[in-house]
């Protein structure tokens, strides 16, 4: 009777593959809000936006001005009160580019810095998508730890079962080492999914600039909620909304408003100039001065400038159009692997896990009458267990598939569902 007992135990700890989900425990929100608050990557593209703002005000700014002293027609005896021309100036001159050249400027660096912050916002997504998929690996090895646990300990009472049962003539051998093979191939795979542990949890630490080693929370369960999508919404919503390639988009405009800098170039400038000369019991004298550049060399210099920053915006215009023909690809892998999931869930929940479990019970019903080997509640038991697995693995996937869309489409997915 003992034996049954426990078979009838064993049956009904199997459960559901996700009845965990949504229990209390590490939740993903709050770890990408400390990821938005602490990861270094992202302080770094957020400082390199506000060294970038820090360069708008300078780009309008005017060049400091000059002050002079000196002394004029000073004869060579180095007296100052024989000569009447000789004096002792003071003089300020101040630069003015030619109207529209700092404007130029300010348009390039307000673009520039601007594209700065759109890429501190890819930088955001990119490292809440790297935070998701850790924590789903994380819940991943829980959940398969758990798992593989539980049936290593219900393998090892029944395999005392199976002692039992061939000393008194009713097993075999051969059966009995069969499930002690599986016990220890168990205890080789929970070596192997606690050093994924370790890892998900030091990427984890990582991301969120933690100290490395500490100790986490059981990461609560994804939740399984289908979702129907419509690629060409995804595709235009990407367009609009994703970081990186509003980044590249405002690099091309920033290329542009540096051509317009370059063709400016070729304006001169002015410097203008006062100076005041005191002179010894005579009158004092002021003077003024206008003075400009000739840009004689413009097709060395000016020109040149002028090509070299056309090309930068070629390079730029097709940066972005690979960046987005690359996105819209990653999109379509994402969104057919998306609905595959979607599939194979549907498959787990509905007809697999259902099965398996179905054919568990058959199977234990037919060992309570002898009409089937011990070696058939192994084998059925174990197939439950791989499906299990498989079974979560596939939300884990799933959960990934989505954290993934959504960094690429740059927003949550509602939105994206089709009516």
């Given at each position: 009777?003992?034996?049954?007992?426990?078979?009838?135990?064993?049956?009904?700890?199997?459960?559901?593959?996700?009845?965990?989900?949504?229990a209390?425990?590490?939740?993903?929100?709050?770890?990408?809000?400390?990821?938005?608050a602490?990861?270094?990557?992202?302080?770094?593209?957020?400082?390199?936006?506000?060294?970038?703002?820090?360069?708008?005000?300078?780009?309008?700014?005017?060049?400091?001005?000059?002050?002079?002293?000196?002394?004029?027609?000073?004869?060579?005896?180095?007296?100052?009160?024989?000569?009447?021309?000789?004096?002792?100036?003071?003089?300020?001159?101040?630069?003015?580019?030619?109207?529209?050249?700092?404007?130029?400027?300010?348009?390039?660096?307000?673009?520039?810095?601007?594209?700065?912050?759109?890429?501190?916002?890819?930088?955001?997504?990119?490292?809440?998508?790297?935070?998701?998929?850790?924590?789903?690996?994380?819940?991943?090895?829980?959940?398969?730890?758990?798992l593989?646990?539980?049936?290593?300990?219900?393998l090892?009472?029944?395999?005392?079962?199976?002692?039992?049962?061939?000393?008194?003539?009713r097993g075999?051998?051969e059966?009995?080492?069969?499930t002690?093979?599986?016990?220890?191939?168990?205890?080789?795979?929970?070596?192997?999914?606690?050093?994924?542990?370790?890892?998900?949890?030091?990427?984890?630490?990582?991301?969120?600039?933690?100290?490395?080693?500490?100790?986490?929370?059981?990461?609560?369960?994804?939740?399984?909620?289908?979702?129907?999508?419509?690629?060409?919404?995804?595709?235009?919503?990407?367009?609009?909304?994703?970081?990186?390639?509003?980044?590249?988009?405002?690099?091309?405009?920033?290329?542009?408003?540096?051509?317009?800098?370059?063709?400016?170039?070729?304006?001169?400038?002015?410097?203008?100039?006062?100076?005041?000369?005191?002179?010894?019991?005579?009158?004092?004298?002021?003077?003024?001065?206008?003075?400009?550049?000739?840009?004689?060399?413009?097709?060395s210099?000016?020109?040149?400038?002028?090509?070299e920053?056309?090309?930068?915006?070629?390079?730029?215009?097709?940066?972005?159009?690979?960046?987005?023909?690359?996105?819209?690809?990653?999109?379509?892998?994402?969104?057919?692997?998306l609905?595959?999931?979607?599939?194979?869930?549907?498959?787990?929940?509905?007809?697999?896990?259902?099965?398996?479990?179905?054919?568990?019970?058959?199977?234990?019903?037919?060992?309570?009458?002898?009409?089937?080997?011990?070696?058939?509640?192994?084998?059925?038991?174990?197939?439950?267990?791989?499906?299990?697995?498989?079974?979560?693995?596939?939300?884990?996937?799933?959960?990934?598939?989505?954290?993934?869309?959504?960094?690429?489409?740059?927003?949550?997915?509602?939105?994206?569902?089709?009516?």
């Amino acid at each position: 009777m003992r034996a049954w007992r426990v078979l009838g135990l064993w049956f009904g700890a199997v459960g559901a593959a996700f009845s965990t989900a949504g229990a209390a425990g590490l939740e993903i929100e709050s770890l990408v809000r400390e990821a938005m608050a602490r990861n270094p990557e992202i302080r770094a593209a957020r400082e390199r936006e506000n060294a970038l703002r820090e360069r708008i005000p300078q780009a309008g700014a005017l060049e400091d001005p000059v002050i002079g002293l000196g002394l004029l027609n000073v004869p060579r005896n180095l007296e100052l009160d024989e000569e009447d021309m000789t004096a002792k100036e003071l003089s300020l001159a101040q630069k003015f580019p030619f109207p529209g050249k700092l404007q130029a400027a300010v348009d390039a660096a307000e673009l520039e810095a601007q594209a700065a912050r759109a890429e501190a916002e890819e930088t955001e997504n990119r490292v809440a998508a790297a935070v998701k998929e850790a924590f789903h690996e994380l819940s991943h090895t829980h959940r398969a730890l758990e798992l593989t646990r539980r049936n290593r300990e219900l393998l090892e009472e029944l395999a005392r079962i199976g002692r039992a049962r061939y000393a008194v003539g009713r097993g075999l051998q051969e059966e009995l080492l069969r499930t002690e093979l599986e016990i220890t191939g168990m205890a080789d795979e929970l070596l192997r999914l606690e050093e994924q542990k370790t890892a998900a949890e030091a990427r984890l630490a990582e991301l969120l600039d933690r100290p490395a080693g500490e100790v986490w929370e059981r990461p609560v369960d994804p939740a399984f909620e289908p979702l129907r999508l419509v690629l060409e919404e995804l595709r235009r919503r990407a367009a609009e909304e994703n970081p990186g390639l509003r980044a590249l988009r405002l690099a091309v405009l920033a290329r542009r408003a540096e051509v317009e800098r370059a063709r400016r170039a070729a304006y001169p400038d002015f410097t203008l100039k006062f100076a005041y000369g005191q002179r010894d019991d005579r009158l004092d004298m002021v003077s003024g001065m206008l003075e400009m550049n000739v840009p004689i060399y413009y097709r060395s210099k000016q020109e040149r400038r002028i090509a070299e920053e056309l090309a930068l915006v070629r390079a730029a215009e097709s940066r972005l159009a690979a960046a987005q023909n690359e996105l819209f690809a990653r999109i379509a892998r994402l969104e057919a692997r998306l609905q595959s999931l979607e599939r194979r869930m549907a498959l787990f929940g509905s007809g697999i896990l259902p099965q398996a479990r179905l054919r568990l019970e058959a199977t234990l019903s037919a060992y309570r009458v002898d009409r089937t080997g011990f070696a058939e509640v192994v084998d059925a038991r174990l197939r439950l267990h791989r499906l299990e697995l498989d079974g979560h693995e596939a939300l884990t996937e799933y959960a990934k598939t989505i954290a993934a869309l959504e960094a690429a489409v740059g927003g949550p997915l509602a939105s994206g569902r089709s009516k």
